[in-house]
């Protein structure tokens, strides 16, 4: 794009035009040439924020269907009590009931990586919520548990579909400074929904029981009518755009979320040299499966890497105190419903505290730090309330212990493990296979999740709550292991940066690449 500067009087230390791109709308403005630097840095430093802005409101949007997912798990570990009392369903139903939800998620899931390769990421956000709300209203009318589990079965292929694409979505708008904390939003506002199905819990618990269950449920409705609105403001994913070869979409979509134009063009042209590869790969050799089933080592160890930590997130019981906290401190010795209830939103209130913070570091400390944080103070808390459960009865001491250890737990959890997990998905992939390997990863993850909620009040029986708590404060320990060994630092890189990551084996890889960054800042330096 040419550039236009004009001297008057004939020399050049006169009045300048300030230097403007062609083509613009802008008008010629005269002005000294101090003048026009300034103005071009505060107009560089306006764009910068508003794409800032922009970015920020379309992770905001995206993550709404977390809310719909947070707000389910917690309502339903008081909702559930209530639906024992009035529908008189055994304690097996009611571990189907709970677990049920993220076994049949694996489905959506599933479907959700090519969904959102055929129909866009955008798209098939708006069809996660339209499945779960449609299951969602089912279980708040439900007469019967067997209509409950319908809508449950509902409900969990739409919360399939909303855990794996908003975190890709996110990551395909996001500047890789900034990536980590926007892709975490998801996270966040699960637990938000957490926080909220456990103060929903607590305002209705005095209604009659065949009617209070069913408002708790039928509040997690309310937050479609933002989704909706949502669809119609935020972005496709400009990468998806770029393989479906809608470049001036593409074009447009990166104008708004880069901080200048020549950036916006960048990037285009990176993420199109990663497209053509990846088709290329993928046309001429072997199909997205084909290729995730018969890996080379460098996807490898992606998916041991993605699919590993979605496991571990599930496999240390985080679920489980999720949804069985009441149960939990019932163990402990506290009595009532209410007093139950209240100690379960202390619990929200901790888990939503410490993924506030886990934003705010997770781009500046890195991803590794704060996972060697999270699962040495997870396995730490695990056992604690193993200790508490096991040895302090039902003592002042006991129960207050039992709280801070369970409080302990998911702050840990919220402050690595919770958020770095999608975080982690969603940005080691490359685009050939991000869809469909970050869906096989939400796979892993909702399995173990549906495994262990499902299996918790049957082994408890067997090795009482102290000695299940135990066996997860073990599986934690081997976390610790798993983020030493397999789990690389990508704090700072861009999606296709990351790539490269994966491609050597051997501990030398993150400094190869960090020297390959280096190298190239002291070029442009």
């Known amino acids: 794009m040419g550039l236009i500067g004009i001297q008057e009087n004939g020399n050049g230390s006169g009045d300048l035009v300030s230097e403007i791109p062609l083509g613009t709308k802008t008008k010629y403005i005269r002005m000294t040439s101090d003048d026009s630097t300034e103005e071009q840095e505060q107009g560089l430093s306006t764009n910068k924020h508003d794409s800032k802005k922009y970015i920020f409101a379309c992770a905001i949007f995206a993550s709404l269907n977390s809310v719909l997912l947070g707000y389910d798990v917690g309502v339903m570990s008081g909702a559930i009590i209530y639906i024992q009392k009035d529908l008189k369903i055994t304690e097996v139903q009611q571990e189907v009931l709970v677990g049920i939800l993220s076994i049949i998620s694996l489905l959506g899931s599933l479907a959700g990586g090519r969904t959102s ?15 779960f709300q449609t299951g969602g209203a089912i279980m708040a009318l439900a007469p019967s548990f067997k209509v409950l589990m319908i809508g449950r079965l509902i409900a969990g292929v739409g919360i399939g579909f909303g855990v794996m694409i908003a975190p890709v979505y996110i990551a395909e708008i996001s500047p890789a400074i900034a990536r980590g904390s926007l892709t975490s939003f998801p996270e966040i506002f699960i637990n938000f929904g957490i926080l909220l199905g456990y103060i929903s819990n607590y305002a209705f618990h005095k209604l009659p029981p065949h009617i209070n269950w069913r408002i708790m449920l039928g509040v997690g409705l309310i937050p479609s009518v933002i989704i909706a609105v949502a669809l119609f403001i935020i972005p496709e994913s400009p990468r998806w755009l770029v393989v479906q070869n809608r470049m001036e979409e593409a074009k447009l979509v990166l104008l708004k979320i880069s901080e200048s134009e020549k950036d916006a063009e960048e990037k285009l042209q990176e993420i199109q040299k990663a497209a053509e590869s990846g088709n290329a790969e993928k046309y001429e050799t072997k199909t997205v499966w084909q290729e995730i089933l018969h890996p080379s080592p460098p996807v490898l160890r992606m998916l041991i890497t993605g699919c590993g930590i979605q496991c571990f997130q599930q496999i240390t019981g985080i679920d489980t105190v999720v949804y069985y906290s009441p ?32 934003i705010l570091l997770i781009d500046k400390l890195g991803r590794k730090p704060l996972l060697y944080v999270s699962t040495i103070g997870m396995t730490v808390s695990l056992f604690s309330l ?48 991000r869809a469909q390997a970050s869906a096989l990863g939400a796979v892993g993850s909702r399995v173990s999740s549906g495994v262990i909620s499902m299996s918790f009040l049957s082994v408890t029986n067997a090795i ?51 020297m390959a960054d280096a190298e190239r800042l002291m070029q442009k330096s």
């Open 464 to 514: 009482t709550v102290a000695g299940t708590f135990f066996v997860f404060g073990v599986i934690s320990c081997s976390a610790v292991a798993f983020v030493h060994y397999c789990v690389p630092e990508t704090k700072g890189k861009s999606l296709e940066e990351i790539e490269v990551l994966f491609q050597n084996a051997g501990e030398s890889i993150g400094n190869e690449v960090e």
């Open 117 to 131: 390769d055929w129909i866009g990421r955008k798209w098939t956000i708006g069809l996660a919520a339209l499945i």
């Open 327 to 358: 149960t939990i401190f019932k163990n402990a010795g506290i009595t009532g419903d209410s007093e139950l209830l209240a100690a379960t939103v202390a619990v929200g209130f901790t888990k939503t505290l410490f993924i506030l913070i886990a």
């Open 386 to 433: 193993s200790f508490a459960l096991a040895f302090l009865g039902h003592a002042k001491v006991g129960i207050a212990f039992a709280i801070l250890a369970v409080c302990g737990n998911v702050a840990f959890f919220s402050v690595g493990l919770g958020p770095i997990c999608w975080v982690l998905s969603s940005e080691i992939f490359p685009l050939r296979l």
